[in-house]
């Protein structure tokens, strides 16, 4: 491992994300207001495999749902392919947050009323296009490239937690984000699986040039990322290069 | 509009028993508003008809005879009689006719000699009600053709139709012949019809002559005692009456204040059938915000993965308004369904002793419709506080559980 010197030395004229000094407190304006992320900043290149680690409490999936645009940072700018993002417009947070984001959670979180088919076409649905037209073509080749050709039609409850995973990934790549978000994806799988889905995540990154920015709790997995971000109490405690293990 | 009735309809379909209860609950409240409605409508219409099947809209009398006091003298007392009322003629009834039906409101109009007698035949005798009439204007106030029950539907010099009560009573059949008395004359007819007027008291006394007969017979030749008329519409009657009171010295009396005990007992029963309707309906509503609220909140992840994926505010809201929507669709088109059948096994099956329905009832389409309309749109309004606390949800929040 050696010290990242990323945006600041190479090249790179307009990072695919920018975060400058975003805080984030909790309960603002009250007694018991808590300052979750004390001024995080850093960037991320279009393509990079990032892990982003640390305790518990460090405040990784705060800065997930930041960078996800899912909650407003309470300082602090963030912009995607050098653009602000304005929180207080909902609805182009929704119309950003379709186009450029694919997310992964913990616990799969598919739509259990939906087929595995039906839950990767999701977004399309939400788009304005349908289950039946020229997207579904795209949406089985996407099952099939994690695996899953014979369960295109079955339900999230008839499917393994690791085939599930299978299924948010494919689902979190339909759109073909510039960037991938998934929090802690292998948390509740065994090792082989586990070692499954992210070598999935690595392929997709490797074909497709997407990024990806993994928190993870697992050391062993965050050595096998292009990029470690540790976060400790709110701050970036270490941002290194990583030559991953294999 | 893909997306969120693709959503909304499997949203439902995975609250199967849910979804069953509350589609269960629309039917149920929808079935009782059409069928007590359609049983109301029915029930009212067959008593106005009744009601106005042997009665004018309005009828025109003479202006009651008053005493008039000669002024009395500062400091005398004077004890003030009613006077009887004899009977009298319409002043002036020939010119007042085309009067009358010039308004435009009067369909018909139709001049009566009207007043007491008595019928007898041998020993028996009754007393009863003399109708002169001119019977073709007459039929177009009162369809009394449509009426008889033996006999021939004519009138001629020497002839009469009475009651079917009072054929009884006195025993008598079509060709027999009666003797008529009043104060002044006396007379023998020929029955040549039997007529039910739907009463059994019009039918006791009712009896149908010519009206020059009538008129020698009360002795008020060339004269009418009343002049009837039908009218456009039944519940201007009231109206119609003010204003032509106004045209001379003549007395109008509506059907609805000669009726005005009905007329109250109907308007309660449409205030009562109003407030079992809207308070049905309240209930079905509340029962679908109170489903769609639970759901919501059983919901929260799948509401907070969509949206995360992309979903916009706007979607998840309509989302929820949509189902509001099907689920009132859904159980008015069911409803509307079990109330016809109830209305058909109602007329099927509730027989008078005769084995004759009981009244007609018929289920409008349009009741149906409106009633269907309703129920959608009070169900996609029952769906607004649950649409939006589906839309304020946080995206964020909804994810960690």
Partial sequence: MH???????????TPLLRLD??????????????????GVSFRLAPGEFTALIGPSGSGKSTLLNVIGLLEPASSGTIAYAGQPIDYTDEATLTRERAKRLGFVFQFHHLLPAFTALENVLMPHLIGGGSFRDEARARAVALLEAVGLSRAIDKKPNELSGGMQQRVAIARALFHRPALVLADEPTGNLDTHTSDEVFALLRRFNREHGTAFLIVTHDPRLARRCDRIIEL???QIARDVANTPDA | MGFELTVALRFLREGRFQSFLI??????????????????????????????????????????????TQQPAEGTLAVVQARAQRLRSIDNWQPLMPALASDPDVLAVSPMASGAAIAVRGEASRAVVLFGVELDR???????????????????????????????????????RLRVLTSSANDLFQIVGIVDLGSRDLNRRALYLPIR???????????????????????????????????GPI???????????????????????????VFVSIVVLLGIASVLVVSVVQKRKEIGILRAIGASRGQMTRVFLLQGAIVGLAGSVLGSLLASGLVWAFTTFVRTSAGAPL???????????????????????????????AARLDPAQAIRI
């Avoid at chain 1, 010290?3 to 004229?13: C, E, L, Q, R, V």
């Avoid at chain 1, 000094?21 to 004390?38: F, M, S």
């Avoid at chain 2, 029950?149 to 009573?169: P, Y």
């Avoid at chain 2, 509506?254 to 005990?261: E, I």
């Fill in chain 2, 213 to 247: 007969t009538a008129q020698n017979l009360l002795a008020i030749p060339g004269g009418v005692t009343n002049i009837d008329l039908r009218i456009r519409e039944i519940f201007d009657a009231d109206r119609v009456a003010e204003r032509l009171r106004g045209i």
């Fill in chain 2, 138 to 176: 007459y039929e177009r106030i009162v369809q009394l053709s449509e009426k008889l029950v033996r006999g021939s539907f004519r009138l001629n010099a020497g002839e009469t139709l009475i009651g079917t009560e009072l054929a009884k009573d006195l025993g008598l059949d079509v060709g027999d």
């Fill in chain 2, 359 to 389: 009244f007609n009832i018929a289920v409008e389409p349009e009741l149906l419709f409106t009633s269907c309309a309703l129920a959608t749109v009070g169900g996609t309004l029952a769906a607004v506080a649950p649409a939006l606390r």
């Fill in chain 1, 232 to 234: 400790v109490d709110g």
């Fill in chain 1, 21 to 38: 000094g975003i805080r984030k407190t909790y309960g603002l304006g009250t007694a018991v207001a808590v300052e979750v992320l004390h």
């Fill in chain 1, 3 to 13: 010290a990242y010197n990323g945006a600041a030395a190479s090249p790179m004229p």
């Fill in chain 2, 251 to 277: 007395n109008a009396e509506s059907w609805m204040s000669t009726n005005s005990q009905l007329l109250n007992a109907l308007s309660a029963q449409s205030v009562s059938t109003t407030m079992i309707r």
């Fill in chain 2, 23 to 68: 589609v269960g609950g629309v039917m149920a409240g929808v079935a009782v508003v059409v069928y007590i409605s359609a049983l109301i409508l029915g029930l009212q219409a067959n008593t106005i008809n009744r009601t106005l099947g042997a009665q004018a809209h309005i009828v025109i009398k003479p202006q009651d005879e008053v005493v008039r």
